[in-house]
């Protein structure tokens, strides 16, 4: 069996082989490991590694796994960024924990967090979620709607936006995906210059994603391994 220590290993050495063959220095991505179903120990042994950076995409398993993970290691903290798609009435919640959110998607989203964040007087960095399929149920929204979101996020105290997230279609080379979601990028810089972060990349296809431009790549199964194979 594999163990996580060498999945973890072999993608960051991939990670960073990428990063390099595409004329980029290391520091410019930024590897969030997903820790979704899996349990607070394999977020430890991934900080006894080294690791900081840990993804999840629902709040009623990750708010406990962070506070287990902050007793686990409570002298090193973990920055957690919250993947998912989130529910309005979870944005409180979600706050509490998270350093960033990669699923802004709508309007009443940005509405409650505002209200959250002034309430509580903190911060938070986020990432506009790009819905680049034909589906108007899937989370995201569609490219043409960027501009307007972006407007309303930049009145929102205390929301930093860092740039676009995307997911690549299941049916359709990545490469055009990405290719839309840099676009994206592109134009949401025209409004907020400083939101040149790009989320996308996952297990199956992170190297291209970082062949394409992405600054953050989200890995799960490749580094933590099926659930309950650890």
């Known amino acids: 069996m594999i163990s996580l220590e060498s999945r973890y290993q072999e993608v960051l050495d991939r990670v960073n082989a990428a990063t390099k063959a595409s004329g980029r220095e290391l520091t410019e991505v930024e590897l969030v490991v997903i820790t979704k179903t899996h349990p607070a120990s394999v977020v430890a042994e991934l900080m006894d590694l080294g690791h900081r950076v840990f993804g999840e995409n629902k709040d009623q398993e990750a708010k406990p796994k962070a506070l287990a993970v902050a007793e686990l290691r409570p002298e090193s ?28 998607d709508r309007a009443s989203l940005l509405k409650e967090l505002a209200k959250q964040l002034s309430a509580a007087d903190s911060q938070v960095s986020g990432f ?42 299941l ?9 839309r979601a840099m676009r ?47």
């Open 171 to 179: 049916d359709v080379d990545p490469r055009v995906d990405f290719a």
């Open 128 to 169: 506009i979620e790009l819905n680049l399929t034909d589906d108007p149920n899937r989370g995201g929204v569609a490219p043409e709607s960027l501009a307007m979101l972006a407007d309303k996020a930049a009145e929102v105290d205390g929301l930093s936006i860092l740039g676009v997230m995307a997911v690549a279609g």
């Open 184 to 230: 994206a990028s592109a134009e949401l810089q025209k409004l907020l210059p400083t939101a040149t972060a790009v989320s996308m990349g996952m297990s199956a296809d992170y190297e291209l994603a970082i062949e394409m431009g992405a600054t953050h790549v989200r890995v799960g199964s490749a580094i933590t391994g099926p659930r309950g194979n650890n």
């Open 77 to 104: 903290k973990a920055s957690w960024h919250f993947v998912g798609q989130l529910q309005s009435n979870k944005a409180k919640s979600v706050l509490s924990y998270a350093t960033a959110i990669h699923s802004l």
